[in-house]
């Protein structure tokens, strides 16, 4: 196992016993990828704030629920975030999300750089929100390289040959949606 | 390798060759290094992903890091207890229950019934099991 494997399995030792900077320690860790994959399956940054914060209430209230030396903590953290994602889409019902252009960064270098990041935040959310809810999730859990495509699969229930099946069709799709932008 | 299955490996493993199965990396190396299609392809691959991941990410800003910090102050320990709910038994004890209960009524009912000892010629009383009582005359 990895050094930070190491750390993760230590610090949910450590909040199974009730620490709670073992906690802050493990949301600096992991809160920045767990939002962004939420948002990536979500495509919406305050339902996946939502995500964000029942995940980790779980994770601190019911750390019993991580097996060390099952599977690697990302690998479960995620899958936790998965499920919770798909879970919070099925209740507000099935159907296309509507790509929302979020808000640009307003520490950008100036207007016409904010525009851009605008425009280009709002073209790739609206080739994400064109994919499968399946697809879009595949994407989301290897586009930080965090996971290999077996731990993605794992994380999503997943053979590896489904998980690549999935990736494939994503990319394709992708690479159609978002080859003129800049 | 061809520029067609450079593209199907990319769009299966990604554009990271160190992601790829080891053994198909060495063919793809050799093949950008001389096949300038090939390193087009590639390097699409990578810009559209690197495009992907900085468009569609999130960083956690600090109201949500403060209130995610404040968990453990919403949940104390001893809440943490009172959450964790007890394995539930109920259903399948008593199932397990039920089904043992079941075993033994039908195994005390094939016990007096289909094997039951039954008499033959050479133990004409079928007494031989000592306790069969011969109820039926017989022929």
Sequence with gaps: MTASGDDDDRLMARIAAGDADAFRQLVDRHADRVLALARRVLLHRADAEDIAQEVFTRLWTRPDRYRRGRVRFTT??????????????RKRGEGPLPAAAEPADTTAAGPEDTVRECQSRARVDAALAELPVNQRTAMALILDRELSNREAAASMGLSVKALEALLVRARRTLRNRLTDLK | MNELRLQALLDRHGPHLEDWPWWRRPTARRLLARDPGARRLHNRALAAEQRLRQASGADVAE?????????????????????????????????????????LVAGLALGTTVLAPTTDNFDVAGLAYGDIYLTETLP
């Design chain 1, 76 to 89: 479960w953290l995620y899958r936790v975030v998965v499920n919770a994602s798909l879970n919070a889409r």
């Design chain 2, 63 to 103: 109201p949500l890091r403060a209130c995610l910090y404040a968990i453990p102050e919403r949940h104390p320990q001893a809440d943490r207890r009172d959450d964790i709910r007890p394995v539930r038994t109920g259903w399948w004890a008593g199932g397990a229950l039920a089904g043992a209960t079941a075993c």
